[in-house]
């Protein structure tokens, strides 16, 4: 099965990739910031945008030796754990998942595996956010699967433990990006699922794209700025008033088609709809200004 080629596509990815370069030079209090007092801590915000820069380096073909993303592993490599860091959170969720793609092996990693694993619930759920437990149980279990396959898991988690979970978690998603994560996950750690499952679950997310004019989290204030984005309307002055919304849409839309896209070689019946909804979203940025679009 070959998606066809979107137009433009050497020339987009190309200008993308120097601005991600760029990036660490013009945006310094988020990319690779210095530490903002003298333990060291950083904000939380560039440890997240910085986790995003050095996944986006990797998806773009740059191997964890090069020297960008080495400074990078070096950049999360902090120890833990320290004075002020002896739990799991957010932030450390998000340098664990730098380290075991950059520098699985760093000594840091294992006690923060180890570290994770204790913050299991009594309902055998994962408590790192104090709110969602189903999602972060679901991160925890993308964590857990990227340590296995790097060979760093230790005998911390079994097999057939992350199978489990893997199956529950999918029960208890809601969110149409958490739930193309739980699939992928499901799919990758336990193999097909059933027919029961399929319609379940990948019908579902079919229909939401349906529902969505293409797109997945979507809401009706969207519609206007959806029928633009069909028609190559879509200017910033009609986003102004819905940002966020615009923004999530988006991102649901990104990791929906990045994690199902693993899949669709087994289940071929999501090619409709990821295929329309990479060309609805490469249609309104692709081509020599791509950057500047996105930006504005």
């Known amino acids: 099965m070959t998606l066809p080629e979107l137009p433009e596509l050497e020339q987009t990815i190309g200008e993308l990739v120097l601005d991600l370069l760029r990036a660490r030079y013009q945006h310094p209090e988020l990319v690779l910031s210095p530490p903002l007092d003298a333990r060291g801590e950083v904000s939380a915000n560039a440890v997240r945008v910085t986790q995003h820069y050095t996944a986006a380096l990797l998806a773009y073909g740059f191997e964890p030796q090069q020297a960008e993303l080495q400074e990078a592993a070096e950049w999360f490599a902090t120890p833990f754990p320290n004075e002020t860091r002896r739990r799991i959170d957010a932030v450390e969720m998000n340098r664990l998942e730098a380290l075991l793609s950059l520098a699985p092996e760093h000594p840091s990693v294992l006690p923060r595996l180890q570290q994770l694993l204790k913050q299991r619930t009594p309902t ?23 340590a296995r396959d790097a060979g760093v898991l230790n005998g911390l988690m079994a097999d057939a433990d992350l199978r489990r979970w893997a199956n529950q978690v999918m029960l208890d998603t809601r969110r149409d990006k958490d739930l193309a994560l739980a699939l992928r996950l499901r799919h990758e750690l336990v193999g097909r699922l059933t027919a029961g499952q399929q319609r379940r679950y990948l019908d579902r997310l079919a229909q939401a794209a349906e529902q969505g004019g ?31 919304v615009f923004r999530e849409i988006i991102l649901s839309t990104c990791y929906v088609v990045e994690n199902l896209m693993p899949l669709l070689p087994d289940y071929p019946q999501l090619e409709p709809a990821l295929g329309r909804a990479v060309d609805l979203w490469w249609d309104v940025f692709h081509g020599p200004n791509a950057v500047n679009t996105l930006h504005m």
């Open 214 to 244: 293409g797109l997945w989290g979507f809401s009706q204030d969207m519609a206007a700025i959806v029928k633009s984005m069909h028609l190559q309307q879509l200017t910033p002055d009609l986003i102004a008033d819905y940002r966020e």
């Open 124 to 146: 055998d759920y994962f408590d790192i956010q104090a709110g969602d437990l189903a999602f972060d149980t679901l991160w925890a279990i993308k964590v857990m699967a990227q």
